[in-house]
């Protein structure tokens, strides 16, 4: 696809179906090539082996990627028992194998690897150990051992169990979790929980706090965005924070980070001119609540506005 070149700033954010077999970082440079906009990036990574939902973040968006509630995630995951590979998924290597499990014995683990839990993530992670990333040490072949980490899983649903002789060979299972959460490392968890081995197949990401799947674009089979989406308004990406309005005078304000009063609760907000009928461009700016002598205060931390 030949780059565009854009006329102006292309301030938004952009819900993607990432297919497997692509990085995260891939979709974020197709983006870039189909839009023409060189600041993008994504809020929330996904795995090349998992599928599914990326927030795209661009312009000056991408000073946002902290601030975007994308909690709880929501997964789908097909988990295959008896073998448990290094990768955790399919695209590893057998490690281990174990009798497959009963049905009753996966119900009966499942509601104990919910709320705060210890995990240790898989050693092919992102995590660094070491100074360099665990995946690029296992891939050489060194040992790694990572720390657990307190994650938090809100629920596990597991379905469609496929049996033989009274043991489970397959089952899916749908996850609900916060960030820093492995699907993978659950699944591995569950299985040994139940006296057995397991690897996931699939894992396909469908929610992210206030977005969903259903809203996303897809991946063309060649490696590009498709052409036919609309970069939504950055205020979107905002959802669930409070709004304040603000006047001429506090949005010019704003625009040169100077700070306004604070008029609506809350220790972040998106500081909206009501005059601008264009989406796309009401967002000032994003603040954070501050006190001071002269009152509460909203203090931009991110401005959307030219002085």
């Known amino acids: 696809m030949a780059r565009k070149q854009p006329t102006k700033r292309i301030d938004g954010f952009l819900l993607v179906d990432k297919p497997e077999g692509v990085s995260s970082h891939d ?3 197709m983006v870039r090539r189909a839009t023409g906009e060189k600041q993008v990036g994504h809020a929330g990574t996904l795995d090349p082996f998992a599928t599914g ?3 795209i973040l661009l312009g000056r968006s991408t000073r946002l990627a902290q601030y975007v509630r994308d909690e709880p995630k929501v997964y789908e995951a097909t988990v295959r028992f008896g ?9 590893g290597t057998v490690v281990r194998e174990a009798q497959r499990p009963t049905r009753a014995a996966l119900l009966d683990a ?4 919910t709320g705060q839990i210890e995990q240790v993530p898989p050693a092919f992670s992102a995590k660094r150990v070491g100074g360099k990333r665990a995946y690029e040490a296992a891939r050489e072949g060194l040992a790694v051992e990572l720390k657990p980490v307190t994650v938090t899983v809100h629920g596990i649903a597991l379905g469609d169990f496929s049996e033989e002789g009274g043991r489970v060979s397959s089952c899916t299972m749908r996850v609900e979790c916060g960030g820093g959460t492995y ?3 659950l699944a591995r968890d569950l299985a040994r929980a139940a006296g057995s081995a397991a690897h996931l197949t699939a894992l396909r990401r469908i929610r992210c706090g206030e977005f969903d799947l259903t809203h996303s674009v897809p991946v063309a089979p060649r490696g590009s965005v498709t052409n036919e989406f609309r970069v939504a308004p ?5 959802a669930g924070y409070p709004v304040q309005d603000v006047s001429g005078d506090e949005a010019a304000k ?3 980070g100077i700070d306004i009063e604070a008029r609506v609760d809350g220790d972040y907000a998106a500081l909206v001119d009501p005059a601008v009928a264009d989406p796309a461009t009401a967002l000032v700016a994003f603040g954070a609540r501050r006190p001071s002598e002269r009152g509460v205060r909203w203090q931009p931390r991110v401005v959307f506005r030219d002085p």
Request: no cysteine; charged share 25%.
């Open 234 to 238: 950055v205020l979107g990406a905002l």
């Open 27 to 29: 979709v974020v440079n």
């Open 53 to 55: 939902l990326l927030v």
């Open 254 to 256: 704003l625009a040169r």
């Open 110 to 113: 499942a509601p104990r690897l």
């Open 83 to 91: 073998t448990e590979t290094d990768t955790e998924d399919l695209g």
């Open 183 to 185: 699907v993978r490392s």
